[in-house]
């Protein structure tokens, strides 16, 4: 296995729609050998978000810009982003949530690359949920979503 590839050559993009939420995702780490890091390429149409406004609590994120200009939401501002840009996004919470926006009328294409965490606590700030997310990505031992807010007694449902 070549410990590189070309972004040209890549021709294995999934396709997501739902809603405003879309893209065009191809993934590239297991292409590359790679253990630790994760890889892909996301192309996002005019008015398409990948995910959700969302922070983590374990693993950090980072984008690359390749083509196009959108905007990103982070914490509580939202910035203009373009070709070249390069975007950190370090573990913590709502003060660092992110999310890309395509609000342009082209298509916006970024490189990511993001650390791969056992175990990882994502939120939500917009719709107050909180995922729990432990093993490797893709093959999670143990997932689960919940709406924000609900605190139980250490006790609660015990014998």
Do not use: W
């Not at 890091?37 to 959700?52: E, F, M």
């Not at 509580?76 to 975007?87: A, E, L, V």
């Not at 294409?109 to 939500?124: I, N, W």
């Amino acid at each position: 296995m070549k410990p590189f590839i070309n972004l040209d050559e890549l021709t294995n993009y999934e396709t997501t729609d739902k809603g405003p939420f879309g893209e065009r995702y191809a993934a590239v780490s297991g292409h590359i050998g790679a253990q630790k890091l994760g890889y892909s390429v996301t192309i996002l149409a005019p008015n398409k978000r990948v995910c959700p406004f969302h922070s983590h609590r374990a693993s950090e994120e980072m984008f690359l810009i390749l083509e196009g200009e959108g905007t990103l939401r982070f914490g509580d501002k939202s910035y203009p982003i373009k070709k070249h840009d390069i975007i950190a996004c370090p573990p913590g919470g709502p003060e660092v949530a992110h999310q890309i926006i395509n609000t342009s009328q082209q298509d916006l294409k970024y490189l990511s690359l993001s650390t791969h965490e056992a175990v990882d606590v994502c939120e939500y700030p917009d719709s107050q949920k909180v995922k729990t997310m432990v093993g490797k990505r893709g093959k999670r031992d143990f997932e689960q979503m919940v709406r924000a807010g609900e605190n139980l007694d250490y006790y609660d449902g015990e014998l």
